[in-house]
């Protein structure tokens, strides 16, 4: 049963494919550190975990909920998760799949999690190992500059612009 | 007769199609709301349970998930996005992709509406497949990178974290 006083840790792998990967490192971690409450959506990852609460998919208002209460989100880069995570205001430690190790079609996820770091939107461990090393020292995570809810005004104005013209 | 309503509603508001798959493509179409201020917007994703991040009332419309690996799905979700316009007319088609939105914009086109491709942020280094083949369907092409876009598009102008 989840203890109301433990900090909360959200591992989510979104929605469409499987990460055994990072599915499997953090809860490795979570069995060495049982001072947290980990809850993971796992999606149709294989790996089962035996030492985090999971879920195959958390609907909508469950995930916002679970995110608000979270001391820290763990992810795969992707932008729904980066987006949600900055809006938040809460620290999010993000692992790359990589199309090389059959966890996407293409390596994006290697570019946005390079380029959101470079706009220093964005924590990133290269790998597994990477991410156990940065787990145990989370709390040392800065939160990163928040975002509003909308797009920038030079992009929504352009596009407004644009829907207007004849 | 048709034609005199078809003027009218140019003149007057416009009907939006937002459609993106769900996730990341949904999350960044959403951030583009303020673009859409005084028009109709009709919104379509691939999950049912998204309504919820829209105001109340707000028109929803849920299309199949498909991609360009799963040639069933395609079909399907062809066919469904066909209906969509068919039946919605809109004016304008916007998306953020993936497939889904790749072929909104492409059937729109064929029925001569105005077209807005904006690629999702995730695609920091290249086109997203379903964004290099938008171009010729597309009115407006854009990238969210400055360093990705071209003299002959994709165009940058900004991206969807915001000011």
């Not at chain 1, 995930?63 to 209460?69: L, N």
């Not at chain 2, 416009?14 to 959403?30: M, P, R, T």
């Not at chain 2, 998930?65 to 996005?81: A, H, P, Q, T, Y």
């Amino acid at each position: 049963m989840p203890d109301s006083n433990k900090q909360k840790i959200f591992v989510t792998v979104g929605t469409d494919l499987p990460f055994d990967r990072l599915v499997k490192a953090v809860d490795h971690w979570a069995e060495q550190h049982p001072q947290y409450d980990v809850l993971a959506q796992i999606g149709d990852s294989l790996f089962v975990p035996s030492n985090m609460l999971f879920q195959k998919f958390v609907e909508p208002d469950e995930y916002k909920r679970i995110f608000s209460q979270s001391a820290l989100i763990v992810s795969h880069a992707g932008m729904g998760t980066i987006l949600t995570s900055l809006q938040f205001q809460k620290p999010l430690l993000v692992v790359p799949r990589k199309a090389s190790l059959g966890e996407h079609r293409n390596e994006h996820q290697l570019a946005t999690a390079k380029h959101l770091k470079s706009l220093n939107k964005v924590e990133v461990a290269e790998d597994e190992h990477e991410l156990i090393k940065k787990l145990s020292t989370f709390s040392e995570l800065k939160i990163k500059d928040p975002i509003g809810p909308f797009a920038c005004k030079r992009l929504t104005d352009s596009i407004s612009k644009f829907i207007r013209e004849r | 007769m048709k034609d005199d309503s078809d003027k009218n509603r140019t003149r007057k508001t416009k009907k939006v199609l937002a459609i993106a798959s769900g996730g990341g493509h949904w999350v960044q179409l959403l951030r583009l709301r303020p673009a859409f201020e005084g028009c109709k917007v009709i919104y379509a994703t691939t999950k049912e349970n998204y309504a919820c991040d829209l105001e109340a009332g707000a028109e929803f419309y849920v299309v199949p998930d498909c991609n360009r690996w799963e040639k069933w799905k395609l079909v399907k979700g062809s066919l469904s996005i066909l209906k969509l316009i068919i039946t919605q007319k809109p004016d304008i088609v916007v998306s953020t992709g993936a497939a889904p939105g790749f072929l909104a914009i492409r059937f729109a086109k064929l029925f001569g509406k105005k077209t807005i491709w904006l690629d999702s942020i995730a695609n920091a280094e290249e086109l997203s497949l379903s964004g290099q083949k938008a171009k010729n369907s597309c009115d407006m092409w854009m990238t969210q990178w400055e360093h990705l876009a071209k003299v002959d598009g994709p165009i940058y102008r900004g991206n969807i974290l915001g000011d």
